[in-house]
């Protein structure tokens, strides 16, 4: 049984989290002309961020209200990089490198170098935030967790076909061939990247245990790790069937 099905929580109330997406399209309307490479994430992510809002209405989740923390606290991190860019102010390398990209870049390169600063680099440390250690120590309520945040693969699964259509990349006759397997790809990759994210979080929460500068050194190790997976982007070929045989996620390694 699919996760998001296999138990519904009460409907909640998703105005955070349409609040959110209301953020996204307002640094989406304002794009200085020199930045409009980055508005194919910025539109993504605000559909994707509707999304959660209507699964969290509809009852999809099993703590609505935590979703919809979590959704907040995770967006945050991707505004204030933005914002701190646009003011040429220090922002984390994933995002530095991110934006820096050649504009002329095809976008989807362009949307894979964000998702990937955004779920390799900042989800974790996301998740860590709005998963105390007294809940790391609650096997059930820790496992409640994991299912919510497995269940938010739904919905981005969901969402795939949708932006093939909103997006309007498929103008070339192998684009259209390739149209199916690319959609099997990320669905692929993206389960495979929570499921790091999951494993990567756990090791940040040790390290909180162990204090700031523990925390902040794995923090950096996860730094140099995004970065990295940056070449594998850029490569020539069909980059998402790439990303489903090789992998889309990095993982922290344990103590």
Request: net charge neutral.
């Amino acid at each position: 049984m699919s996760p998001a099905r296999a138990v519904r929580g009460t409907p909640g109330d998703p105005a955070g989290v349409r609040a959110v997406a209301a953020a996204l399209r307002a640094r989406q309307e304002a794009l200085p002309a020199g930045l409009a490479h980055r508005d194919t994430f910025l539109g993504v992510y605000a559909r994707v961020t509707v999304a959660v809002a209507d699964a969290v209405a509809a009852g999809v989740f099993e703590d609505p209200a935590w979703v919809s923390t979590w959704d907040e606290v995770f967006a945050e991190l991707f505004l204030a990089a933005h914002d701190a860019d646009l003011r040429g102010e220090p922002v984390p390398r994933p995002w530095r490198l991110a934006f820096a990209a050649d504009p002329a870049m095809h976008p989807l390169g362009h949307l894979l170098l964000a998702m990937n600063a955004h779920i390799n680099f900042d989800l974790p440390q996301s998740v860590a935030a709005v998963v105390s250690d007294a809940d790391f120590a609650d096997p059930d309520l820790l496992a409640r967790r994991d299912r919510d945040h497995q269940r938010i693969d739904e919905v981005l699964f969901a969402r795939v076909r949708a932006e093939d259509a909103d997006l309007g990349w498929k103008t070339r006759v192998v684009d259209r061939l390739l149209a199916p397997a690319n959609r099997w790809a990320s669905r692929r990759f993206l389960r495979e990247s929570r499921e790091k994210v999951w494993r990567s979080t756990a090791v940040l929460q040790q390290a909180r245990v162990e204090g700031p500068a523990a925390y902040d050194a794995r923090v950096a190790e996860l730094d140099v790790l995004t970065s990295a997976k940056i070449a594998e982007f850029l490569r020539p070929g069909p980059v998402l069937l790439r990303l489903a045989l090789r992998g889309f996620g990095v993982t922290l390694p344990p103590a």
